[in-house]
């Protein structure tokens, strides 16, 4: 059974700096890509950044260059270095896992099927 779990949330000033990290347990960590999703206040759930098996890496334009991602495959973790933190980072936090395919030699993320319970991120301005 495929666990996720998230710790590392908190409430922090605007311009501040938080680490999330995800604990994965129940299946082969290293064959699975895996995602930081959030959602906001009133907003649908979207991808932040995301790290495929081979550790190749794409964030969403909202928190590039601010916001890291990184896995451990020994240790079955996943981390999210948050710098620089807006208000509008407020969110609850979720990391996901999906099948990673490989089709001519190039890595596919496959829908992301694995969630964890999720962490809170709450930024002061």
């Known amino acids: 059974q495929a666990r996720l779990v998230e710790t590392g949330g908190g409430s922090v000033q605007s311009g501040g700096s938080l680490r999330l990290s995800c604990s994965v347990y129940g299946y082969r960590y290293s064959n699975y890509c895996m995602a930081w999703f959030r959602q906001g206040p009133g907003k649908e759930r979207g991808v932040v950044a995301s790290?495929?098996?081979?550790?190749?890496?794409s964030y969403a334009d909202s928190v590039k260059g601010r916001f890291t991602i990184s896995r451990d495959n020994a240790g079955n973790m996943l981390y999210l270095q948050m710098n620089r933190l807006k208000p509008e980072d407020t969110a609850m936090y979720y990391c996901?896992?999906?099948?990673?395919?490989?089709?001519?030699?190039?890595?596919?993320?496959?829908?992301?099927?694995?969630w964890g319970q999720g962490t809170q991120v709450t930024v002061a301005s």
């Open positions: 790290i495929d098996s081979g550790g190749s890496t």
């Open positions: 996901a896992a999906a099948v990673n395919l490989v089709r001519g030699g190039n890595n596919y993320c496959d829908a992301y099927i694995y």
